[in-house]
């Protein structure tokens, strides 16, 4: 018994270590947005905010800011709308080919995502859309659909069919019948489809940084090209708003639909 | 047949709207880069009309290019294998916790995961530069005279992209743990089976397939990233992907591009291919 608890504990100390090796650089983020100095020391010399304030009246941020939020936003809507149409259409055999469709709408997550922002940019530009906020729009639709189509299907393999053909029985028609019976049924598989859209959207690099204007860009693209032209603490202090804005979202997130069961 | 007809038709107009999305914006442009990949360029004039495969075979060809598929690869081969010895000790702890500590650590794993990618590796940067916080620490301390080069090679991007995809990793292993039965352990110590015995010819074997799976997932995201090997690589230390980027967006060699995407997603395909072959067989045995 002794040995097992040594053992246990040996065990346990690893896990504590990788779980502590996971939250390092977030922890040094944030550390680096409150420091005076330019540049990383422990203990930091000194504290301040000024960072903050420099981020919040910097209308590059806020409008790179804008930009991602509403990109996400709409890209997320339209993957949640179509991705659940679909989605419930290959679940009820409604069309043939179901498994080649299912593939064609996974697909995007196999093919690495700088691939699809390269042809996508040769694309537009034959196409004469480069720089186009519809064609990153599409873009971000094609590359969130995929978490809302699986979250969906899975979703409706629990859901009991006849449910929905007692509700036609009892005289609905098909799209009440879907409204009032099937959609409240798979509402938790659809909101964590939709923030693990939404999330995606947001953090995307490899497919915007190819399809932005120059005149437009979003929070990572920003983060990602400023990160070249040298460090500066205020990276740390946007970083250090979104890590706040990501945290909230999760506890929201695992509160409401219990999240981590989606994952 | 009027059944069928009835049945198919609303099918398909709840399909077409997603489908006509992918098709514009997914497999037209992934299909127009096969006659791109197939163009030659001129360097000072661009892309010529003359056709050549020379873009493909300079990939293996060219002691440059081969250097960058080769790096790509073991540095997929390294995060891959940093990421089973650090998961499974964690992955194992979490399944064989309580609930409560279950919950909190599978929490603390998937919150990094969530946190937006550029921020993540610039948390690496921070840490690992010239004058990030480990080479200031090591120096304080009286350690080092100059600071160790720990970024723009292949340490850097071992390091930051282990760290990337290790939640990856781990919420693969969890359920695989977790699903091997427990009577199975407990007969092995029955017949008094140490404990390193029972995980060597029990608890690992049985994981395998979450192994595998994990260990496919890694690899692919790993040799396919672009933000942390750019951000953590710089523009000279380059992997498959980077290359790619730099083609398009600075020395503008569009057709080198193309066919250095297909390569990748090649390697990519071929690997989930052999894998999903490998999984089917260990299916067919269980």
Known sequence: MNEERSRFGILGIAAFGVVAFLQIPVLVVVLAAFSKTAYLTIPPKGLTLHWFEVVLRDSEYLGAAWTSLWLATAATAAALVLGLLAAYAIHRRMVPFAASLTGLMMAPLILPSVVLGVALLQYYTLTGMRGNSVGLWLAHVVITVPYVVRACLSSLTAVDESLEDAARVLGADGFTSFRLVTLPLVKPGLVAGGLFAFITSLDNVPVSVFLLSASQTTLPVKIFTSVEQGVDPSVAAVSTLLIVATGVVLLLAERWTGFHKHV | MTAGTRTRLPGLVLVSPLLLILLFAFIAPALLMVPLSLREYVPGSGISANWTLANYTSIVTDEYFREVVVRTLVLGFGVTAICLLLGY????????????????????????????????????????????????????????????????????????????????????????????????????????????????????????????????????????????????????YKVMATLIYDDFLQTLDWPAGAAMSFALTALTMLVIGVSSRLMKRWGGQA
């Open chain 2, 89 to 236: 000790p964690l992955a194992y702890f979490i399944a064989h916790s309580g609930p409560t500590m279950r919950l909190t650590l599978t929490m603390l794993v998937i919150f990094p995961m969530l946190l937006n990618l550029v921020v993540r590796s610039f948390g690496w940067i921070a840490l690992l530069a010239n004058r990030g916080l480990i080479n200031n620490l090591l120096i304080d301390v009286g350690l080092i005279e100059r600071p160790i080069r720990m970024m723009f090679n292949l340490f850097g991007l071992l390091v930051g992209m282990s760290h990337i995809f290790l939640p990856f990793m781990v919420l693969m292993l969890v359920p695989a743990i977790q699903a091997i039965p427990k009577d199975v352990q407990s007969a092995a110590y029955t017949l008094a089976a140490s404990r390193l015995r029972v995980f060597w010819s029990i608890t690992l074997p049985m994981s395998a397939p979450g192994i595998l799976s994990g260990s496919i997932l890694v690899f692919v995201l790993t040799i396919s990233a672009l933000v942390t090997p750019r951000m953590l690589g710089g523009p000279t």
